[in-house]
């Protein structure tokens, strides 16, 4: 599972609900966040558009998921369907050979 938190003041509030994958896909053992730090210091909370990528991999479901959350969001939103990187459904596929990472247009 993944949660995502935002800092407000002395106080940590999560934004939107827990992110959650298939069982036994170890949902968020890789993931990647579009939006820097930097972008996000100084500004209102939840008012950061942020984009993650999130890995998961095990048998028969091994890829990424993307979701986004939008400044009037109250809840994150998937972006499209999960990419699935698993050729062979039968066996366990692992996330070790890719990366997510985050590049910039």
């Given at each position: 599972?993944?949660?995502?938190?935002?800092?407000?003041?002395?106080?940590?509030?999560?934004?939107?609900?827990?992110l959650?994958?298939?069982?036994?896909?170890?949902?968020?053992?890789?993931?990647?966040l579009?939006?820097?730090?930097?972008?996000?210091?100084?500004?209102?909370v939840?008012?950061?558009p942020?984009?993650?990528a999130?890995?998961?991999?095990?048998?028969?479901?091994?890829?990424?998921?993307?979701?986004?959350?939008?400044?009037?969001?109250?809840?994150?939103?998937?972006?499209?369907?999960?990419?699935?990187?698993?050729?062979?459904?039968?066996?366990?596929?692992?996330?070790?050979?890719?990366?997510i990472?985050?590049?910039?247009?």
């Amino acid at each position: 599972a993944v949660r995502v938190f935002d800092q407000d003041d002395s106080r940590w509030n999560q934004r939107g609900s827990i992110l959650e994958g298939p069982v036994g896909s170890n949902f968020g053992k890789k993931l990647a966040l579009d939006s820097l730090p930097g972008e996000i210091v100084g500004r209102r909370v939840g008012k950061v558009p942020v984009i993650l990528a999130i890995g998961m991999h095990g048998v028969g479901k091994s890829g990424v998921r993307v979701v986004r959350w939008e400044p009037n969001d109250f809840d994150w939103r998937a972006v499209g369907d999960d990419l699935d990187i698993c050729i062979d459904a039968d066996r366990s596929c692992d996330l070790n050979d890719v990366d997510i990472t985050r590049t910039e247009n």
